[in-house]
């Protein structure tokens, strides 16, 4: 799967997933565009000089993906410099455990700010761009707490069905301009949001031997499903959304 000659733009690239799938793509033969908050620009300068090593070449903005005039300025800058997003993978997720019971409108409206709005905006500012060159592979980071949801998750799950929703559609609507969509759900990966939201050894140790696979996940497995996402060989797959969860979750 060599994907030479394509620039991707991943979101949320300081670390964790994001920072996987950034220098995933360039291993892969991509040139990559690289974003977070300004508060991450030690974890950005750390992905931006792995994906260097790689031998392609990185740009690095700061983003936040709840802002549209940000967004609008960043793609806009993108392409009158670099001149081209060839694939969109969004990335940058948060996560505030708390019951539904409980939680207050701000956490509730800020997990659909980030979650949600922030993979629509995106879309929206890269879609002109695509439609115009005939081609685009946008891959949507989901989850698989989107397909059911569990206890203290469900703002989260719920962020990520809209994910799951919003990548059938799209699809169908931007399918005849030669864009694909597709999403990703993850199961648990040992990342800062996966390791604060488990909490304890006993749960890890709990949910690897419930995994088919008896471990939890690594950002790095998440990086074969996107390259094949982004890739030629999934030219006649959209609107799709696959479990990348080491087998804890199968519908
Ligand atoms: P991390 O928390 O390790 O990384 C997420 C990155 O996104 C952070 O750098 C974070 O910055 C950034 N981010 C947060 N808000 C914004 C924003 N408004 N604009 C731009 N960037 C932002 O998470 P993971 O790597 O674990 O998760 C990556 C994606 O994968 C998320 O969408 C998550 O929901 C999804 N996922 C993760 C799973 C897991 O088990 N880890 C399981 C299933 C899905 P900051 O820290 O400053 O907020």
């Known amino acids: 799967m060599n994907l030479s000659g394509k620039i991707a733009l991943v979101t949320g ?37 792995q994906i260097e090593k790689t031998g392609k070449k990185c740009w690095s903005y700061f983003l936040d993906v709840t802002k549209k005039s940000q ?5 806009s ?5 670099i001149g081209s997003i060839d694939i969109l993978v969004n990335n ?11 939680i207050d409108e701000e956490t509730w409206d800020s997990h659909f700010e980030v979650n949600t709005k922030g993979v629509l905006l995106m879309c929206q500012s890269v879609l002109p761009h695509m439609r115009e060159k005939k081609f685009g592979r946008i891959i949507n980071i989901a ?14 799950a719920s962020t990520k069905s809209a994910v799951i929703t919003l990548t059938r559609v799209l ?26 939201n488990l909490g304890s050894e006993k749960e890890i140790a709990h949910w690897s031997n419930v995994a088919a696979l008896k471990r939890l996940g690594d950002p790095k497995d998440i990086i074969g499903p996107t390259v094949f996402f982004a890739s030629n060989l999934s030219d006649f797959v959209t609107g799709q959304s696959i479990n990348v969860c080491g087998g804890i979750y199968f519908h």
Do not use: F
């Not at 940058?92 to 409980?102: F, H, K, M, Q, V």
């Not at 399918?175 to 969509?181: F, P, S």
């Open 92 to 102: 940058a997720g948060i996560l505030t455990p708390t019951s539904l019971e409980d």
């Open 171 to 196: 699809a169908q609507e931007v399918g005849e301009a030669g864009i694909t969509v597709n999403a990703i759900c993850p199961g648990i990966i040992l990342t800062e949001m996966g390791k604060n």
């Open 71 to 75: 967004i609008q300025k960043m793609v």
């Open 13 to 49: 690239a300081s670390r964790g997933i994001g920072e996987a799938l950034a220098i995933g793509l360039a291993d892969h033969g991509t040139d990559v565009i690289i974003c977070d908050l300004e508060s991450e620009s030690k974890g950005l300068a750390n992905t931006h000089k």
């Open 77 to 81: 800058d993108i392409l009158n410099d």
């Open 143 to 156: 989850s698989i707490a989107g397909r059911q949801g569990s206890p203290t998750q469900g703002h989260y």
